[in-house]
């Protein structure tokens, strides 16, 4: 398993300006296999007090999100469904010390993309790649 390691993460979460990043919760598919013998991986990735501490894969992404709000307490996630089970997980996190202006906009924007479902985002890929005329249904932007 490789990734972007948290030892980097923490270092970019100590910089100011604003952090988009991109979470894949089926990590812990990967740590459901063989708890042990993958635990040190995961723990490249979220920390080995996340990967020594939590008790199922269940636990990995509540853990991270925790971590990098002790970091940065201005930060949204963001559950995006892609349909079959999966889903992706965005972190917003500012760089500010207090709440930024754009923090309202970005909660409505986790209200409407958290009502999508996997279905919505074939038809949105549809659109994008030219094999839908338009994304019309209500509820687009």
């Known amino acids: 398993m490789s990734g972007f390691p948290w030892s980097n993460m923490e270092k970019l979460l100590r910089h ?11 990590i812990g598919r990967v740590f459901d296999r063989d708890w042990n013998k993958d635990r040190d991986a995961v723990a490249q990735l979220v ?31 963001i559950k995006i469904q892609s349909g079959g089970g999966y889903y992706y997980m965005l972190i917003f996190s500012a760089g500010q010390k207090s709440r930024p202006r754009w923090f309202g906009a970005l909660m409505d924007l986790k209200a409407k993309l958290e009502a999508l479902d996997g279905d919505d985002v074939k038809s949105a890929l549809d659109h994008l790649e030219g094999r839908q005329q338009a994304l019309d249904d209500g509820r687009w932007f």
């Open 47 to 77: 920390g080995s007090d996340i990967a020594n501490s939590v008790e199922s894969s269940q636990g990995i992404f509540p853990a991270y999100l925790k971590k990098i709000r002790r970091l940065r307490p201005h930060t949204i996630d």
């Open 16 to 26: 100011r300006g604003d952090l988009f990043i991109t979470f894949i919760p089926n």
